[in-house]
């Protein structure tokens, strides 16, 4: 375990860390007057700059233009998955039917007989 005296003292650290927060808080400029030009600011206390017009009618261009390639991708999705032609089943079928005899006489020994 350590020594007692090696353990920085409680008191000491908040002061630091109090001293530390007063500088931040200079260098963010919160003190500042509100005329006065602001230093840098987080994204969440910042001003809202209102879009212009041209700029609202290009994000909702890209918005539409994203959600028809969705709607589109959606669609050769379900075309993809329509029920196919009974005759084109029964072939498969009997094609998979062939396949599975042929596996089982392929790894079986009857030819060995």
Do not use: C
Not at 27 to 48: M, N, T, Y
Request: hydrophobic letters at 35%; aromatic letters at 6%.
């Amino acid at each position: 375990m350590s020594n007692p005296d090696e353990q920085p003292n409680r008191y000491e650290a908040l002061a630091r860390a109090h001293a530390f927060r007063a500088t931040i808080v200079a260098a963010l400029g919160e003190d500042q007057e509100p005329d006065a030009p602001r230093g840098w600011r987080p994204v969440w206390k910042r001003p809202r700059k209102p879009k212009s017009k041209e700029a609202k009618k290009q994000e909702l261009r890209e918005q539409r233009r994203r959600l028809q390639d969705a709607g589109r991708r959606r669609l050769a999705a379900a075309q993809s998955r329509r029920p196919r032609s009974r005759q084109s089943r029964i072939g498969n079928a009997a094609a998979r039917r062939d396949a599975r005899a042929l596996s089982r006489v392929r790894h079986s020994d009857a030819w060995l007989w």
